[in-house]
Structures are given as C-alpha cells and as structure tokens.
C-alpha cells in the first residue's frame, strides 16, 4: 500500500479525506506524486545551496596554465603550477 513519507502531506491527506475510498485513492495518489516531487525539489535546492557556499568560500581565482605533451602511447593534459624558488 503507498504510503505519504512527510507529515505534512499525512496532515493534508486527513484533511481532505472523504468518505467515498475511490476519490480517497485518487487524492492519496495525487499527493503521493506531489511529494515525490515537492522531496526532489527541497532536496535539490539544499544540495544547490550547499555547493554554491561551498565554493563561495573557497574559490581559488588563480589560473593555471594547460600543458599538453606527448607520450608514447598518445597525449597527456594536466597544469603544473608555476614553482617559486626562495
């Protein structure tokens, strides 16, 4: 049997139910779908929010430069920061 996962929607579900099980099942099914959804969007926003303040607050502006050289077996690409000799 599917089951609401947040008491928010649990608490919305009991609100709107009715006496006629068909249109229960088609309102627990509507709201089933919609906090399947609503739980992706939160999610995605938080994980979003995380991860833009993770970079905020340690953003490197430096930028290296790409050095391509050829191997035996084909091309490696990587950057070498510049070296400061003391």
């Not at 996962?5 to 099980?21: D, E």
């Not at 430096?62 to 391509?68: L, N, R």
Request: no cysteine; net charge positive; aromatic share 12%.
């Amino acid at each position: 049997m599917p089951k609401l996962k947040l008491n928010r929607f649990r608490k919305l579900y009991k609100s709107l139910k009715t006496p006629w099980k068909p249109l229960n099942w088609l309102i627990l099914g509507y709201l089933i779908g919609i906090e399947d959804r609503y739980i992706n969007l939160v999610s995605k926003q938080t994980v979003d929010n995380a991860v833009s303040k993770y970079l905020a607050e340690t953003r490197d502006d430096t930028v290296y430069e790409a050095v391509i050289e050829k191997v035996e077996d084909g091309y490696t690409i990587g950057y070498f920061p510049e070296k400061k000799d003391d």
